[in-house]
């Protein structure tokens, strides 16, 4: 029979459709299951002590600094650091490391079977089929909890749909930044140019680890953070390179953060300029700006929407000149070409390249010979 059960848990596992698991799942149930108590807020927010074990010391009981939207499915501790989804806090109560694939997967699986979750997979035919979760024969023996009360949970159907509006101000600024930590100086920004960008270091929260990125819209106004990690070897699905601002429900209202319609930089090119120049990371744009290229605006990533090749256009003169500098991979070169069609039209563009170099590998004598007109 035991044998069984591990086949059975193999199978449904293998066709886990986490994303799927994740929206169906219910953040009220997983914490009324481990019994913890939060209060709830405004904006399908909750706040209290830390539960975490991995959260050790008195201090997780001297304020609450646990900070639950369960809406969202996710989470955040203020003091420890610690953050993710709600299978991740899972995860982590059941002293299990969700980094973990192996980790991750039974957590998954356990939290489909304990509150009877079916996810799909794609039949031959490219539709969904429902996958079914082993009896309550086949699982496993757990500690009895009180069963969790879902009467009063509203559904997604159910809901007032919240007014949206996306790019807004942000409310709060990001303090204690490191400028002087080492990731910054080693890859060669100088003083002048990290101050320019109030760029540093966060030592704590969601931006723990990562360059802390403000973002500004035309108007020169903070709409958010974006954040890059210090440490490449720390990278991974859970970890990724870059994090952008996310969705927050404040005062009955959902405010998004649509990188498609942002260009980094575009209120350091207030007028239109004769020559401006287009890059795709943030830095690239530091490295060109500190070597005296400050027209120059980003797409922050590998992509050009209509939007921002609208605010593009806006920065460059009718009979201007704009510069892609591009990326030397093979997204870098696909967004060039995707990008440059869309400009060419309205405007000569020409397109700097080299393969398999970034803007950040040329000096500043490589850079006078590409760009020749500063």
Not at 88 to 99: I, V
Not at 200 to 215: E, N, T, Y
Not at 307 to 327: C, H, M, N, V
Request: charged share 25%; hydrophobic share 40%; aromatic share 10%.
């Amino acid at each position: 029979m035991a044998l069984f059960i591990f086949a059975l848990e193999h199978f449904v596992a293998s066709y886990l459709n986490f994303k799927e698991l994740r929206q169906r799942l219910s953040f009220r149930d997983i914490l009324t299951d481990y019994q913890i108590e939060l209060t709830e807020k405004a904006g399908g927010q909750a706040m209290g002590y830390c539960p975490l074990p991995q959260h050790k010391g008195s201090e997780a009981r001297r304020s609450p600094s646990f900070s639950a939207h369960l809406e969202r499915g996710i989470f955040q501790c203020f003091s420890c650091g610690i953050s993710g989804n709600l299978i991740e806090f899972a995860a982590l109560m059941d002293g299990l490391d969700p980094a973990d694939g192996a980790d991750f997967r039974k957590t998954a699986l356990k939290l489909a079977q304990r509150f009877g979750i079916q996810t799909s997979k794609p039949g031959k035919d490219g539709t969904a089929k429902a996958v079914e979760s082993p009896p309550a024969a086949a699982q496993k023996p757990q500690e009895p909890r009180e069963a969790p009360d879902v009467s009063d949970t509203p559904s997604a159907e159910t809901k007032p749909a919240l007014p949206v509006v996306v790019n807004a101000a942000l409310e709060f600024e990001l303090k204690d930044l490191d400028p002087e930590h080492p990731y910054l100086l080693s890859r060669g920004f100088t003083p002048e140019t990290i101050a320019q960008f109030g760029l540093g270091v966060c030592s704590r929260g969601l931006m723990k680890d990562r360059v802390a990125i403000p973002l500004l819209d035309t108007s020169g106004i903070l709409i958010g953070y974006a954040g890059r990690v210090v440490d490449d070897n720390t990278i991974n699905a859970q970890n990724p390179r870059y994090k952008f601002p996310g969705v927050r429900d404040t005062k009955g209202v959902r405010y998004e953060f649509h990188k498609s319609e942002f260009l980094y930089h575009g209120h350091g090119v207030a007028k239109p300029v004769s020559d401006l120049v287009v890059v795709e990371g943030f830095t690239a744009l530091w490295w060109l700006w500190q070597h005296g290229y400050h027209n120059t605006v980003g797409l922050m990533g590998s992509a050009c929407s209509d939007t921002q090749a609208r605010l593009i256009l806006e920065r460059s003169k009718p009979k201007g000149r704009i510069w892609y500098f591009a990326d030397g991979d093979p997204a870098g070169v696909k967004c060039a070409k995707d990008t440059l069609a869309m400009l060419a039209t309205s405007r000569l563009v020409r397109l700097v390249i080299a393969d398999g170099r970034q803007p950040t590998d040329f000096t500043e004598g490589e850079l006078k010979k590409l760009l020749p007109f500063f």
